[in-house]
């Protein structure tokens, strides 16, 4: 490669890193108004005994080599799922379902190295680089913009986490990643995120969803519910 190619590479990939830059930027900024729109109506809501819904949707990674890291008729997964589904119900009065069809769809094609090995410390910044740009790219209901007032979470079966079966971003997010380990693990792995994507945060003890470690129970205080309900997450609609 001659200097003036290696000139035009280098000048693409500055250019591709502002543009991951700009887009993620704006995802932060329209999350934040949207938010702030959802708490307002419904603190003047809360008090509905309505069941709300909640959209989810699975997303697993391939590898380099083109192959899914979990399949998604796996029996454990499926049980994870269920176990979403049925702690937001009796927990929360919240109905959560799919938001295609299946609830567990593998991506296309092969996921970058970044977006398959993710660092839990490191998420934040991730979120600007290529494995943000990746996730941002195959989220459910977003382009550069929500194209959905429903504002589904989005579930990420990557290959490896650091030292985690699961991360979110927290509040802000619409994405969550977890591991296979993580997609098919019995102790809330999957609503434990989730309830992070809702403004929930850790808590002390086991028996609580938000406890940090696996195993823990999905027990949720009426704090909690009332957080969780106030989300854009969740919806009357």
Not at 104 to 125: M, T, Y
Not at 173 to 194: C, N
Not at 208 to 220: C, E, I
């Amino acid at each position: 490669m001659g200097w003036f190619s290696s000139l035009v590479h280098k000048i693409k990939n500055a250019v591709k890193a502002v543009v991951r830059v700009i887009r993620a930027v704006v995802r932060i900024i329209v999350k934040v108004v949207i938010e702030i729109v959802y708490r307002v109506i419904n603190l003047l809501l809360f008090w509905l005994p309505i069941q709300k819904k909640m959209r989810i949707q699975v997303m697993i990674l391939r590898d380099e080599k083109g192959t899914p890291l979990i399949q998604p008729d796996d029996p454990d997964m499926q049980n994870a799922i269920n176990a979403v589904i049925q702690t937001y119900k009796d927990k929360c009065n919240i109905k959560v379902i799919a938001y295609g069809r299946p609830v567990a769809q593998i991506i296309d094609k092969p996921a970058p190295r970044a977006a398959l090995n993710v660092g839990c410390s490191k998420a934040i910044l991730n979120e600007f680089g290529e494995a943000g740009a990746y996730f941002a790219d195959n989220l459910a209901g977003w382009n550069l913009i929500p194209i959905s007032l429903g504002f589904p979470i989005t579930l990420f079966v990557v290959r490896s986490i650091t030292d985690k079966i699961g991360c979110s971003l927290g509040p802000l997010s619409d994405y969550v990643t977890v591991s296979p380990v993580g997609a098919r693990d019995a102790g809330f792995t999957m609503a434990h995120e989730i309830g992070h994507c809702c403004f929930l945060f850790h808590r002390s003890d086991r028996k609580n969803l938000m406890f940090p470690d696996s195993p823990r129970g999905n027990n949720v205080t009426g704090w909690q519910k009332f957080v969780i309900r106030g989300s854009r997450h969740c919806t009357f609609w």
